[in-house]
């Protein structure tokens, strides 16, 4: 295996290379350049030394994508801390869980967590800091507390002149096993797993990236970072890999909505677009169907002499709508509706779909538009292996299997669950089914664990919503099942009672719509349900007591 350089010292690099190019944008709001993020890092540093903090401490970060956001996170990594990002659309109750149960000593929060997070609920925390000017909103030691009134004196002492480029030191010998971040896959108790990524998958996942677009999307190239940071897809490819590589990032620090995205599309003119599906999907519904779904263009596309000139004409349209300067749209997240899907590849759009986990940081799959397969999910990855569990894996589907640079450690106080993960060859079962044909190309039949998808990517655990339904009036037993994006609870209903108290139809249903209302009032807005089916024989179960699921989707 290749020797992996100390990643700290890539990011030290990168800053004294691009001192004075632009490096963070919030969208339409202030810009930092190479200069002002270290600044902002050494600031954060002084602090975290004053106030105690040691290096393999986690320190937590939740709120929307902003620059304060970034170089906080480059701070805690670069002082040597585990970075503990947190989806901002949690909840305040997994939010608490998650910093409890990763042992945060510091918690970094945006405007809207700072609003609704209840800090007694995390007793070990020593300080929340705010992301919007460094702040402290709750200091628990007199240290932090020093620190951070007296950070421009403490700054001023060290460098009594100015802050140079040969101050920027951020390099200490690197073990490739040495953990970097904990990702949670889900906030709720007794579902949350700390995948713990070690500093050689995001390096690895980087290593990847530069063979990919290390000639395309260099120095100075724009980006617009829609994922959120805290998902690893959007933490490698739309964040890491531009700062290693001198880009200018931009943040759509607001909900980013179809009419936000496009403009910044047209603003930006991003060099690459990293995006799950419904963002492609809805670009394209709105701002390219309309234009072309009309009898004329129907009649054209219709004529073979003409419709390869309009096929292109529609193309460099699509092209536009994103920017027209990129070199590729790389899908992921989440599978791609195939109306959109045909259509791109009709038109010859340059866009792939990749497939990943946040256990490998996350990239598994991936090929070049050029080279892609529609319907695929590209091929095994630079540094990763990929095999199917089946004795035909052309033709029967088998769990997708992945080896390589990019597995995780393992989650974080779970050994059990590590152990059902990652076999004893090192194998990480992703407990996806899917096929591979004769040349390595990779095909997602379905799921074979629980786990939903939601549409921007992010990871639904039926289980957990159907924990808190089963405890709703009226409801026995429950499934969650997830039809066009949207999530549904069928619900078995406690039919006895329903009859001991003269309910009609209409009156249980007007209760499991009053459940629904109350549930989705304690759900993110991804894990919301759309709709209540009534079902009223109980669900079919295994000799465990089981459902069976499957009979159900």
């Keep these: 295996m290749e020797k992996i350089p100390s990643f700290n010292e890539l990011i030290e690099k990168s800053i004294i290379k691009n001192w004075d190019a632009d490096a963070l944008t919030d969208y339409k709001g202030q810009t930092l350049q190479y200069h002002d993020v270290a600044r902002k890092i050494e600031k954060l540093h002084i602090l975290f030394e004053n106030s105690g903090i040691k290096k393999g401490d986690k320190i937590a970060l939740c709120g929307r994508n902003s620059s304060q956001w970034a170089a906080a996170f480059l701070a805690t990594l670069t002082y040597g801390c585990v970075a503990v990002p947190i989806l901002h659309e949690f909840m305040a109750d997994q939010i608490h869980n998650i910093v409890n149960h990763s042992d945060a000593r510091i918690l970094f929060v945006g405007d809207h967590v700072a609003s609704i997070i209840d800090p007694q609920q995390m007793p070990n925390l020593e300080g929340v800091i705010s992301n919007t000017d460094y702040s402290l909103i709750v200091s628990r030691t007199d240290k932090l507390t020093y620190a951070r009134e007296h950070l421009n004196e403490l700054y001023g002492k060290k460098f009594p002149k100015y802050f140079r480029k040969e101050h920027v030191s951020y390099y200490h010998e690197q073990n490739p096993d040495e953990l970097a971040l904990i990702n949670y896959t889900s906030g709720t108790t007794g579902f949350s797993k700390g995948v713990m990524i070690p500093y050689r998958a995001l390096w690895s996942n980087y290593d990847f990236a530069c063979s990919v677009m290390g000639n395309k999307v260099g120095p100075g190239e724009n980006v617009i970072s829609i994922l959120p940071m805290a998902h690893m897809y959007g933490m490698a490819f739309e964040f890491i890999y531009e700062v290693l590589k001198g880009c200018h990032v931009y943040y759509l620090n607001r909900i980013p909505s179809p009419a936000i995205i496009a403009q910044a599309f047209a603003d930006i003119k991003p060099a690459i677009i990293i995006a799950v599906p419904l963002v492609i999907e809805k670009i394209i519904r709105k701002k390219v169907f309309p234009k072309i779904q009309n009898n004329r263009m129907r009649l054209l596309l219709g004529m073979p002499v003409i419709s390869k000139k309009v096929r292109e004409m529609i193309c460099k ?222 669900f079919e179960k295994t000799p465990k007591k089981s459902i069976k699921r499957y009979l159900y989707k």
Aim: hydrophobic residues 35%.
């Design 317 to 538: 349209e699509v092209v536009k709508a994103f920017g027209g300067k990129f070199f590729e749209v790389i899908i992921g997240g989440a599978g791609v509706n195939q109306e959109v899907e045909q259509f791109l590849h009709r038109i010859n759009f340059p866009y792939t779909v990749g497939y990943g986990a946040t256990e490998c940081a996350p990239i598994i799959c991936y090929a070049d538009w050029r080279e892609f397969v529609p319907g695929s999910c590209g091929r095994a990855a630079k540094n990763m292996e990929v095999r199917i569990d089946s004795t035909d894996p052309e033709n029967t589907p088998g769990e997708i299997l992945a080896r390589g640079m990019n597995v995780m450690l393992g989650y974080y106080k779970n050994d059990e669950a590590t152990k059902h993960t990652i076999d004893k060859d090192g194998w990480y079962h992703t407990g996806d089914l899917g096929t591979m044909d004769s040349d390595g190309n990779v095909f997602i039949n379905g799921r074979c664990k629980n786990m939903l998808l939601g549409a921007n990517g992010q990871n639904i655990y039926p289980e957990e919503i159907e924990d808190k339904l089963n405890s709703m009036p009226m409801v026995v037993e429950s499934i969650v099942v997830q039809r066009e994006n949207k999530l549904v609870a069928l619900v078995h209903p406690d039919l006895d009672e329903a009859r001991s108290m003269n309910f009609s139809k209409k009156d249980l249903e007007d209760v499991m719509e009053q459940n629904r209302n109350t549930m989705n009032q304690m759900l993110p807005a991804y894990e919301k349900i759309s709709e209540m089916e009534i079902y009223e024989e109980e």
